[in-house]
């Protein structure tokens, strides 16, 4: 279930979305509202609803709530996915690697001595339960657990690599398999904003002029790397802790709590050229993001398509998805 400050975090958002973009949230316009099946989303999705306050006229309290599950939990109807990346102990042979590694050694040692256990009594997993529940108690409750008192910030860094690792190789950039189930979710993306613009075009009235889906941390991560944001040189593996100091790739900070991607299309009068009268902006977390093949923080629609061309035009869910005829599980072949 949703907590208590997940509530105040999608309502607050909500809020803060309306201030930003006042036209689109204006009333009696028409709002989607597509969600995952899983309990926590359907109430992040009325919540932010709620946040919109009962001034906003969008179709009553009550907005039908599609739940969409092949699209807001692709990875779930990926077969090649579940099968050697999900259900795969050989897939995570990096975060096993540090979590016998000389950095997570040293923590264990540090929070055996301060607990007066036998080092041999505690494990990686153990230690990062405890670092989790600082973790959450703090974010979620807003206050310091006694956990907390077992770490410092080096500890911190070290418990926060182990877990961009798992994320990085379940979610990121370590298998092409990871992003490309992902695709599906972009391509539906594009089909809404080529709508719009087919509509604006024709002069006709926007049927769906504001799209909400909301998913997972599982669902914005993969869709990112698929995007091609936060990708550092090197990949990221057991024994490249210290060269990863400065990297790109923090889940903590790509996808926190409430995260969220937001496609802005604009209609633009009193351009140049036809080309420019569709743009289009990025906003990860209510940050602008520069996009990769201008390093700008606005794109006409028409060169963002023609960037992300590959992926709208040759990336079939059904085939990226499909498992090798032969029962391959080697990590080679991921």
């Known amino acids: 279930r949703l907590a208590p400050q997940g509530r105040r975090d999608m309502e607050q958002l909500a809020r803060r979305m309306a201030a ?3 036209a689109l949230f204006a009333a009696r316009r028409r709002l989607a509202l597509a ?3 899983k309990h926590r989303c359907l109430q992040s999705g009325a919540a932010f609803r709620r946040g919109l306050g009962p001034t906003l006229d969008f179709g009553g309290d009550e907005v039908e709530v599609e739940v969409n599950d092949s699209l807001m939990r692709f990875f779930d109807h990926c077969a090649k996915f579940v099968a050697l990346v999900e259900e795969n102990d050989a897939a995570m042979c990096q975060v096993s690697a540090f979590k016998e590694g000389p950095e997570m050694k040293k923590v264990l040692e540090k929070v055996a001595s301060a607990l007066c256990l036998p080092v041999e009594e505690l494990n990686a997993d153990l230690v990062q339960v405890a670092f989790l529940t600082c973790s959450y108690e703090l974010a979620i409750k807003n206050v310091t657990s006694p956990w907390c008192s077992l770490f410092s910030e080096e500890d911190a860094k070290v418990l926060e690599y182990l877990n961009d690792l798992k994320q990085y190789w379940k979610r990121g950039y370590g298998y092409d398999i990871n992003s490309r189930s ?3 979710l972009f391509q539906d993306i594009f089909q809404h904003l080529d709508k719009a613009v087919e509509e604006s075009k024709s002069s006709k009235p926007i049927s769906s002029p504001l799209i909400v ?5 599982e669902t914005l991560q ?9 990708k550092d040189e090197e990949p990221l593996l057991a024994s490249n802790y210290a060269r990863h100091a400065q990297r790109k ?3 903590g900070r790509i996808v926190p709590y409430a995260a969220n991607l937001v496609f802005v299309l604009y209609h633009c009068d009193h351009v140049n050229a036809s080309q420019e009268e569709y743009q289009v902006q990025l906003l990860l977390n209510e940050k602008l993001l520069a996009f990769h093949h201008s390093n700008e923080t606005i794109s006409t629609y028409a060169d963002l398509k023609d960037y992300y061309k590959d992926i709208l035009e ?3 869910f059904k085939e990226e998805c499909e498992l090798p005829k032969v ?8």
């Open 35 to 37: 969600s995952s099946s």
């Open 314 to 316: 040759n990336c079939h």
């Open 327 to 334: 029962n391959i599980t080697a990590v080679d072949e991921l």
């Open 222 to 230: 993969p869709l990112l790397a698929l995007m091609g944001y936060f």
């Open 182 to 184: 992902s695709c599906i």
């Open 213 to 217: 889906q909301v998913g997972h941390a």
């Open 20 to 22: 930003r973009f006042p």
């Open 249 to 251: 790739f923090r889940s």
